[in-house]
Nanobody
Framework: VQLAESGGGLVQAGGSLRLSCAAS????????MRWFRQAPGKEREFVAG????????DYGDSVKGRFTISSDNAKNTVYLQMNSLKPEDTAIYYC?????????WGQGTQVTVSS
């Protein structure tokens, strides 16, 4: 299984970006897809999660109301729409898949928000 993130980049504060995480190697019908982020010198932080089955979502407190996670089961892809970006959102964003004992991580994509 491979997770490939894309969509990161440089954006001004107040702007938007949409990250994608494409999963390959198997079809996901259950489990959870999550986004984490890690800024320099800080611990990895939970950003958002979505269940493949049912589409239930969850968000970290720092992004609630600004970020939206969604999934496209047919494409085996998860998205993270990030609006009203702040400089403190600057980090490497990682995609994570958990299904039972299976736990996979992507390589990450850099998001930089300038003030």
């Amino acid at each position: 299984v491979q997770l490939a993130e894309s969509g990161g980049g440089l954006v001004q504060a107040g702007g938007s970006l949409r990250l994608s995480c494409a999963a390959s190697g198997r079809t996901f019908t259950s489990g959870i897809m999550r986004w984490f982020r890690q800024a320099p010198g800080k611990e990895r932080e939970f950003v958002a999660g979505v269940r493949w089955s049912g589409g239930n979502t969850d968000y970290g407190d720092s992004v609630k109301g600004r970020f939206t996670i969604s999934s496209d089961n047919a494409k085996n892809t998860v998205y993270l729409q990030m609006n009203s970006l702040k400089p403190e959102d600057t980090a490497i964003y990682y995609c994570n898949s958990v299904e039972g004992t299976r736990n996979y991580w992507g390589q990450g994509t850099q998001v930089t928000v300038s003030s």
